[in-house]
T-cell receptor, first 115, second 113 residues
Framework: DTGVSQDPRHKITKRGQNVTFRCDPI?????LYWYRQTLGQGPEFLTY????????KSRLLSDRFSAERPKGSFSTLEIQRTEQGDSAMYLC?????????????FGSGTRLTVV | AQTVTQSQPEMSVQEAETVTLSCTYD???????LFWYKQPPSRQMILVIR????KQQNATENRFSVNFQKAAKSFSLKISDSQLGDAAMYFC??????????WGAGTKLIIKP
């Protein structure tokens, strides 16, 4: 297992288009998190899964955002009708609770640019 | 509400010297964890060091150590013998009882050669 993988690394899309990102966590990890990060800021929580169940979504997450984690393995994050304000780095992280007690392993992120 | 505050947006240090990054937090929980993460430019976030709140002994990892003051709710990171590769954004984070992390805004560390 080589860590948390995210695909694609970069995505440029036109405003109004839909985009989907994928995250493959460390296989034995039961938690998977999605964060958004803009330049010079800390990660902003979007949502997380424990196994296949989506347990929490940020109130900041508009209806245009949806995430899934079928079978508790990889996860996808879809943004519909993208806006320029969606331009950011989207980070995925995984952890094994309770063993790693919040110590996340992050992927390299997907950088989204909406033009 | 739980909060994490990093009051230093940017710090600089001469190579080979020691630098301390500050972090304060607020939580009503008695059982929690504290973390420092490092994010080099255009690279992924990695865990630097972790501290369990129930442990009085400060955590150390090679050149990285923390000064954990539980009563003051302070959790600073000391980097000894700074190296060029230490240049990055450093984030302090508080882990709650639900294993979620609350993040500070980050401190940009510049290493001067």
């Amino acid at each position: 297992d080589t860590g948390v993988s995210q695909d694609p690394r970069h995505k440029i899309t036109k405003r109004g288009q839909n985009v989907t990102f994928r995250c493959d966590p460390i296989s034995e990890h039961n938690r998977l998190y999605w964060y958004r990060q803009t330049l010079g800021q800390g990660p902003e929580f979007l949502t997380y899964f424990q196994n296949e169940a989506q347990l929490e979504k940020s109130r900041l997450l508009s209806d245009r955002f949806s995430a899934e984690r079928p079978k508790g393995s990889f996860s996808t994050l879809e943004i519909q009708r993208t806006e320029q304000g969606d331009s950011a780095m989207y980070l995925c992280a995984s952890s094994l609770v309770p063993e790693t007690v919040g110590g996340y392993t992050f992927g390299s992120g997907t950088r989204l640019t909406v033009v | 509400a739980q909060t994490v505050t990093q009051s230093q947006p940017e710090m600089s240090v001469q190579e080979a010297e020691t630098v301390t990054l500050s972090c304060t937090y607020d939580t009503s929980e008695s059982d929690y964890y504290l973390f420092w993460y490092k994010q080099p430019p255009s690279r992924q976030m990695i865990l630097v060091i972790r501290q369990e709140a129930y442990k009085q002994q400060n955590a150390t990892e090679n050149r990285f150590s923390v000064n954990f003051q539980k009563a003051a709710k302070s959790f600073s990171l000391k980097i000894s013998d700074s190296q060029l590769g230490d240049a990055a954004m450093y984030f302090c984070a508080l882990g709650d009882s639900n294993y979620q992390l609350i993040w500070g805004a980050g401190t940009k560390l510049i290493i001067k050669p």
